[in-house]
C-alpha cells in the first residue's frame, strides 16, 4: 500500500498528468450536464405531452438506461414526440458514454497513468554493487558494441538516459541504465561518478561541454573522453575539462586516407604493439602481382610477414598458397626497421603522382583532404552543394561542384588517372552507388569508402570497395582502447588485434598443431610470453601456458576461437 501511495503521489505530481485530469474532469461535467438536461426534458415530454406523472429519480434512472442502451423497457413514451426524444438520448448516449467516454479515460488518465508507472519504475542511482563503472551519456551508435566488448572484459558499463520512459524501457531489455538530466549535479552524484573507470560523453559538443564541467564539479579526478563533432570545439571541450578529446569524423577521415596508394609504393603504419608494426601495403604495379605469399620470400629477406590480405573490403587469413592480385592489400607486421626496408624496396613502384579523388566536402571529406595534402598527395574534391563552395577554399587542389554520380564531371575530375578514390558522404547508399560506377569504370581503381552503418558493409563489399570504415566502429575501438590503457591499431571495419591468453587446451602444442588460422580465421602476429614479445611466429612455435596470443580478425572469428577452444 505505501509503494501504490508513493507511485500515486509522484504520478499527481506530475505537470502534464495534472492538466490531463483537469480535461477529463471537464468531459466528465459535460456529460452530467447531458444526463441532467435530459432527465428534466423527460419530466417535460411526460408532464405536458402525455400526461404522466414520475419522481425526479425516475427521471435519472431513465436517462441513464436509455444512454448506457440496456432499454428495460419498463418506462416507455406512448406519443410520437416522447419516441423521438428517446432516439436523441440513445444516439447521444451511444456517442458520449460508448466513444467519447472511454476514449478520454484512456487518452486523459489510463495512458498518461501506464506512462507514469514505466517512467517510475527507471532506476535513479547506480546500483550498489556496480562498482568502477563506464559511464556513458547517450545511447547512440556507438554505445551498444562498446558496452557489449566492455562487459566481455569484465568492466561494467551504465548509461545516462534524461528519459525516463526510454530507461524504463532500456532496463527491461537488459540495459544498465540510470536516468537524469545530463547537466545535473544530482545525477553524477547519483552515479557516483568519482568511482568511474571513465566518463564518455558522447552528445553534441555544447552538451558534452556541460557535462564536462558538471563532471569536474562532482569528479575532479576522474578520466573523462569527449567526442568533438567539429575541430573547433577540441580547445573548448579541453578548457571544459577533458581528458580526452576525439575529434571522431576528423579521425575517420584521417584514417581513410591512410589507406590510399598514391605516389611511390610504400607501407601505411596502422598499428603499433610494443615494437610490433603493423601496416599495409598495395601490391598494385610491383613484381609481387601474381605470385603466392610464399613466393614473395619478404619473411626470408627481410624478416615481414604477411598475416593477412584484404581483397574487396575483406580480410582473409594469408596461406602460403594465397595469390596476391593487383588489387590485394597485403597486412605485415615487423619491426620498424624491418618496414623501412620494405619500403626502400617498394620505392620505385607505382609512381601515380595523379591527384586523388575525394567524393564529399563534409567534415571526413575535409578531414581527407587535409591529410593527404600534408603527404605532398594532390587532392581533387567533388561536392554536389554549391553552399559549400566558400568554406571549402584550399581544401583540395581542385574543387569540382556537381554531382559525382554524372561520368563527365568525374572525367573532368581526374578519375581515369586516379590512384584512388574516396567515397566520403554520409549517405551509404550514395557510397554503395559510386563504388560500383567507379569499379566499372576503372576495374584497377583503388577504391576506399565511409560506411554509416554497419548493416551496408556487405554492400559496399559487393559493389567493390578495397576498404571501408564507420564512424561507429572507429569510436567503438578508440574508446576500447582508452578504457583498457592498450595502443590503438584500426586495420578496417570489423577488423581486430585481439589479445587472448593461451588455451589451456593448445598448451604444450605448436602454432602449426592449433590450427587456430584454418579452424577460425584468425592470424596470429605475435606471442608474448612473460616479458618477451615474439613477433613473426613460425609454425614450430610452441605455445606455452601463461602465454598471450595477439591475433587479428573479426569479433566473430575470435568467438570462433572462444567456441572451438572452450
Excluded at 212 to 229: C, D, F, H, N, Y
Excluded at 422 to 429: E, K, M, S, Y
Excluded at 481 to 503: A, Q, T
Excluded at 535 to 546: D, E, F, H, I
Aim: hydrophobic letters at 45%; one cysteine or more.
Amino acid at each position: 500500500m505505501k509503494t501504490l501511495v508513493t507511485h500515486f503521489a509522484l504520478v499527481l505530481g506530475e505537470r502534464q498528468f495534472r492538466k490531463n485530469i483537469r480535461s477529463l474532469l471537464k468531459v466528465l461535467a459535460f456529460m452530467a450536464l447531458v444526463i441532467l438536461l435530459y432527465s428534466v426534458l423527460f419530466h417535460v415530454v411526460m408532464d405536458r405531452v402525455e400526461d404522466r406523472q414520475f419522481t425526479w429519480i425516475t427521471g435519472f434512472y431513465w436517462t441513464l438506461t436509455v444512454m448506457s442502451t440496456l432499454g428495460f423497457g419498463d418506462i416507455t413514451f406512448n406519443s410520437d414526440v416522447g419516441r423521438l426524444f428517446s432516439v436523441l438520448v440513445l444516439v447521444s448516449g451511444i456517442i458520449l458514454l460508448l466513444i467519447v467516454l472511454p476514449f478520454t479515460f484512456i487518452r486523459f488518465f489510463y495512458a498518461p497513468w501506464l506512462e507514469a508507472q514505466v517512467r517510475i519504475r527507471a532506476p535513479r542511482v547506480l546500483p550498489e554493487d556496480v562498482h568502477k563503472p563506464v559511464i556513458l551519456c547517450s545511447w547512440d551508435s556507438i554505445a551498444p558494441d562498446l558496452v557489449s566488448r566492455l562487459e566481455d572484459h569484465g568492466i561494467p558499463c551504465v548509461v545516462l538516459e534524461e528519459d525516463p520512459e526510454r530507461a524504463a524501457r532500456m532496463k527491461e531489455e537488459g540495459i544498465r541504465v540510470v536516468a537524469g538530466e545530463v547537466d545535473s549535479r544530482t545525477t553524477y552524484e547519483n552515479l557516483r561518478a568519482w568511482d568511474a573507470r571513465m566518463v564518455v560523453a558522447n552528445r553534441d559538443d555544447v552538451t558534452n561541454t556541460n557535462i564536462a564541467l558538471t563532471v569536474r564539479e562532482v569528479a575532479p579526478k576522474v578520466p573523462l573522453a569527449a567526442i568533438a563533432s567539429h575541430q573547433d570545439s577540441v580547445d573548448i571541450l579541453e578548457l571544459a575539462g577533458a581528458t580526452h578529446v576525439i575529434p571522431l569524423r576528423q579521425r575517420l577521415g584521417e584514417q581513410l586516407a591512410n589507406r590510399v596508394n598514391a605516389g611511390h609504393a610504400q607501407t601505411h603504419v596502422v598499428g603499433t604493439f610494443e615494437n610490433l608494426v603493423i601496416a599495409e601495403f598495395p601490391v598494385l604495379n610491383t613484381p609481387l602481382v601474381g605470385k603466392t605469399v610464399r613466393s614473395t620470400r619478404l619473411r626470408e629477406i627481410l624478416g615481414v610477414s604477411i598475416v593477412a590480405v584484404w581483397e574487396q573490403a575483406r580480410l582473409v587469413p594469408a596461406h602460403p598458397t594465397t595469390i596476391l592480385t593487383e588489387l590485394s592489400l597485403p597486412v605485415v607486421v615487423g619491426t620498424t626497421q624491418q618496414m623501412q626496408e620494405l619500403d626502400e624496396l617498394l620505392y620505385i613502384y607505382d609512381t601515380n603522382y595523379n591527384p586523388v579523388l575525394v567524393v564529399g566536402g563534409g567534415t571526413v571529406g575535409t578531414a581527407a583532404a587535409r591529410s593527404l595534402r600534408r603527404r605532398g598527395i594532390q587532392v581533387h574534391l567533388i561536392e554536389r552543394d554549391p553552399a559549400l563552395k566558400d568554406s571549402l577554399e584550399g581544401v583540395a587542389d581542385r574543387l569540382f561542384l556537381g554531382d559525382a554520380a554524372n561520368r563527365e564531371l568525374l572525367e573532368e575530375a581526374g578519375l581515369e588517372e586516379a590512384p584512388a578514390v574516396l567515397l566520403t558522404t554520409n549517405d551509404d547508399g550514395m557510397n554503395i552507388y559510386l563504388a560500383v560506377y567507379c569499379r566499372r569504370l576503372r576495374p584497377d581503381l583503388r577504391i576506399v569508402s565511409r560506411i554509416t552503418h554497419e548493416r551496408n558493409m556487405e554492400s559496399i563489399q559487393r559493389a567493390g570497395a578495397d576498404l571501408a570504415l564507420s564512424y561507429a566502429s572507429l569510436g567503438v575501438q578508440t574508446l576500447q582502447s582508452m578504457v583498457l590503457g592498450e595502443e590503438l591499431v584500426i586495420l578496417g571495419e570489423g577488423v581486430e588485434l585481439h589479445r587472448e591468453p593461451v588455451p589451456s587446451c593448445l598448451e604444450g602444442k605448436t602454432l602449426a598443431e592449433s590450427r587456430i588460422g584454418a579452424e577460425t580465421g584468425l592470424a596470429v602476429v605475435a606471442v608474448r610470453e612473460k616479458d618477451q614479445l615474439i613477433t613473426n611466429p613460425g609454425a614450430s612455435q610452441v605455445l606455452r601456458k601463461g602465454a598471450q596470443l595477439l591475433m587479428i580478425g573479426s569479433a566473430e572469428q575470435l568467438h570462433a576461437f572462444h567456441e572451438a577452444m572452450g
